[in-house]
């Protein structure tokens, strides 16, 4: 499995655990002739979220960080290590970073869901 990718000049700033955007997706309904619902989860397990921002990257890091998004997409997991809290998961983009520019270091902000 590949991991995150470490970085020289680049920092995660910020990194939080955020509701599961799939925690309803892990739930089955199937509505009953009486008009009740019977409702039950896929998985017991419960997949957790975490949004980060990777501020101070540099040229060499920019290069390190487009390839990372170019080759995982959303469709790709990986392992990232939770900064500060610990705890390695294995995870994948809930969507494409977003990545700007603020002279002279680019910014990325991103989604990141268990698998």
Do not use: H
């Amino acid at each position: 499995m590949a991991a995150f990718p470490t970085f020289t000049s680049a920092k995660i700033t910020s990194c939080g655990e955020i509701p599961s955007t799939s925690a309803n997706a892990n739930d089955v309904k199937s509505p009953t002739d009486a008009g009740y619902v019977v409702t039950w989860r896929r998985t017991t397990r419960n997949t957790r979220a975490w949004t980060a921002n990777l501020d101070y990257i540099g040229v060499t890091d920019y290069a390190t960080w487009t390839t990372f998004i170019n080759t995982y997409g959303t469709f790709a997991s990986f392992d990232f290590t939770v900064p500060k809290a610990g705890g390695t998961y294995t995870v994948r983009f809930v969507q494409r970073p977003s990545t700007r520019y603020n002279s002279p270091y680019w910014s990325s902000s991103f989604t990141l869901e268990e698998v």
